[in-house]
Structure formats: C-alpha cells, structure tokens
Nanobody, 122 residues
Framework: QVQLVESGGGLVQAGGSLRLSCAAS????????MGWFRQAPGKEREFVAA????????YYADSVKDRFTISRDNDKNTVYLQMNSLKPEDTAVYCC???????????????WGQGTQVTVSS
C-alpha cells in the first residue's frame, strides 16, 4: 500500500519558518516528480512547488517563489518544503503528491497524502 505522510505543520507567526516533510512508503518515488499543493478554507487546491526525480529541476507558484524551497532525499524516499518569511495568506492544509502524470509538475498526480495544517498568525 502506497502512503505519503506529511509532517512539520503547525502554528507560526508571520515572518517565521517551517519545514514540511513528506515520507513515502510502499514504493519508491526516486524516479518520479513530487509536488506540494495547498488548500485554504473555502478555496480551491493550488499548486505550491514540485521537484523532478533527480532534483535538478524545481517549479514554484509565483506566490511562494523566493520564500519556499523544495528538496528531496531519494535514499530516504522523502520530499521537503522549507517555508520562510511566512505570511498569513500561506495558511492552508499542505499536501504532498507523488508521481506527476503527463509530465506536468503542476498538474495531476497519482498519489496524495492527507495533508498537514499550516497556520500563520499576523
């Protein structure tokens, strides 16, 4: 059974930092593009960041560029999202996604985690 389990969410003040982790089990994702998405209350899910299988290519939403950094450790089958300079508008449930379909890092994925809550207070 394939599982993606996120951790590292929490409550932080504006300007603070958090590091999210996504641990995969049940299969290796070392050959797959991995991504992070978020969904705020009352809003649609939106793309945040993605990383190619080798880590050589990364993709970011304009709203998080220069503040968030995605990385991966294929030996640990884990993907990370370092979030700096957090803003109240970053408050959302952050979900990890594995194995991008159609080679589109901002599109649909085959596997999804349950998500971890990030709350940024002003």
């Amino acid at each position: 059974q394939v599982q993606l389990v996120e951790s590292g969410g929490g409550l932080v003040q504006a300007g603070g930092s958090l590091r999210l982790s996504c641990a995969a089990s049940g299969r290796t994702f070392s050959g797959s593009t991995m991504g992070w998405f978020r969904q705020a209350p009352g809003k649609e899910r939106e793309f945040v960041a993605a990383i190619s299988w080798s880590g050589s290519s990364t993709y970011y939403a304009d709203s998080v560029k220069d503040r968030f950094t995605i990385s991966r450790d294929n030996d640990k089958n884990t993907v990370y999202l370092q979030m700096n300079s957090l803003k109240p508008e970053d408050t959302a449930v952050y979900c990890c996604a594995g194995d991008a379909r159609n080679s589109d890092p901002k599109g649909s994925y085959a596997y999804w985690g349950q998500g971890t809550q990030v709350t940024v207070s002003s």
